[in-house]
């Protein structure tokens, strides 16, 4: 079992950068794929990024391609996303997720089987 907690979101303007972070209970963080997935107002949960436990190759959604990185700190229990260059249709519920240790990355939503809580991310125009 491993609870996640997001923190970091807010309110800015088009055009700013913002970094979420993920704060992930248990001894054995450095196992868990990691991801971030988003959810807009009337709309389904999409994926935004994934990380894998062995700190390789990173995989991104592609409208944020470019603009998000996502990174983690296994000393530190904690997963980041590092969002630039924010534009309004990034607004949304941000939720950091974790897969079943030692799986690979993902971007499918039904692999994930912890959730945190979410972090609201608004972006005015």
């Known amino acids: 079992q491993v609870q996640l907690v997001e923190s970091g979101g807010g309110l800015v303007q088009a055009g700013a950068s913002l970094r979420l972070s993920c704060a992930a209970s248990?001894?054995?963080?450095?196992?868990?794929?990691m991801g971030w997935f988003r959810q807009a107002p009337g709309k389904e949960r999409e994926f935004v990024a994934a990380?894998?436990?062995?700190?390789?190759?990173?995989l991104y959604a592609d409208s944020v391609k470019g603009r998000f990185a996502i990174s983690r700190d296994n000393a530190k229990n904690t997963l980041y996303l590092r969002m630039n260059t924010l534009k309004p249709e990034d607004t949304a519920v941000y939720y950091c997720a974790a897969r079943l240790p030692w799986n690979g990355i993902s971007d499918l939503m039904g692999e994930y089987a912890y959730w945190g809580q979410g972090t609201q991310v608004t972006v005015s125009s």
């Open positions: 248990g001894r054995i963080f450095s196992s868990y794929t």
């Open positions: 990380i894998p436990w062995s700190n390789g190759e990173t």
